[in-house]
């Protein structure tokens, strides 16, 4: 399956984004999808993870309550709302699937079996 991240770009502090994950060459219907972000010289970090059908999702400290991710099986695409952004938010966003369920696991990027490109997103002060 391949995996395509969008919707990245500059906004202020305090502002929205809203990135999409399209998936082609493969339904993905049956894995579940995670988010993930890097920021230079960091590792690459665990943002959040939605289950096959949309009613489970798992989300990093640093990000919940701000962040939501949503599905849409039907068009093969993953959501990732992001509200109340800080400029600790700034990071190269990547979407991945995986065929294991969610659990602590999901939190581990070696779990993700395929991933998109990265979208940018940067949050200015």
């Known amino acids: 399956v391949q995996l395509q991240a969008s919707g990245g770009g500059l906004v202020q502090a305090g502002g929205s984004l809203r990135l999409s994950c399209a998936a082609s060459?493969?339904?993905?219907?049956?894995?579940?999808v995670g988010w993930f972000r890097q920021a230079p010289g960091k590792e690459r970090d665990f943002v959040g993870v939605i289950n096959w059908s949309g009613g489970s999702t798992l989300y990093a400290d640093s990000v919940q309550g701000r962040f939501t991710i949503s599905r849409d099986n039907a068009k093969n695409t993953v959501i990732l709302q992001m509200n109340s952004l800080k400029p600790e938010d700034t990071a190269v966003y990547y979407c991945?699937?995986?065929?294991?369920?969610?659990?602590?696991?999901?939190?581990?990027?070696?779990?993700?079996?395929?991933w998109g490109q990265g979208t940018q997103v940067t949050v200015s002060s």
């Open positions: 060459g493969r339904s993905f219907s049956n894995y579940r």
């Open positions: 991945a699937v995986t065929t294991h369920p969610l659990g602590v696991g999901s939190r581990r990027s070696g779990r993700y079996d395929y």
